[in-house]
């Protein structure tokens, strides 16, 4: 599967963004979905998952409360909608699709996408 990651962009403290993450092949709806970012002189870090059916998500402890994760299985999306953005959330964000194991880890994820930059002004 290929994933094309878009939405990212420079937002004030305080702002939300919406990223997304098409998915090609016929078999999206059988991933469990990520969302991970990495910020500059950091790893990767886990942000959200859900499974393939919507009905279950995680997140990370720094965004919970503020981010959400949803999937739209016809079209072969899944989404982060990021609220209450402070300096600490930019980073650089990548989706990522893992075959069957709800993954919380960047090794569990077997496709990733190339990323999408959000810069958060304070």
């Known amino acids: 599967v290929q994933l094309q990651a878009s939405g990212g962009g420079l937002v004030q403290g305080g702002g939300s963004l919406r990223l997304s993450c098409a998915a090609s092949?016929?078999?999206?709806?059988?991933?469990?979905m990520g969302w991970f970012r990495q910020a500059p002189g950091k790893e990767r870090e886990f942000v959200a998952a859900i499974t393939w059916s919507g009905s279950t998500t995680e997140y990370a402890d720094s965004v919970k409360g503020r981010f959400t994760i949803s999937r739209d299985n016809a079209k072969n999306t899944v989404y982060l909608q990021m609220n209450s953005l402070t300096s600490d959330d930019t980073a650089v964000y990548y989706c990522?699709?893992?075959?069957?194991?709800?993954?919380?880890?960047?090794?569990?994820?077997?496709?990733w996408g190339q990323g999408t930059e959000v810069t958060v002004s304070s």
């Open positions: 092949g016929r078999t999206f709806s059988t991933y469990v």
């Open positions: 990522a699709a893992d075959r069957g194991r709800f993954g919380l880890t960047v090794g569990e994820y077997d496709y």
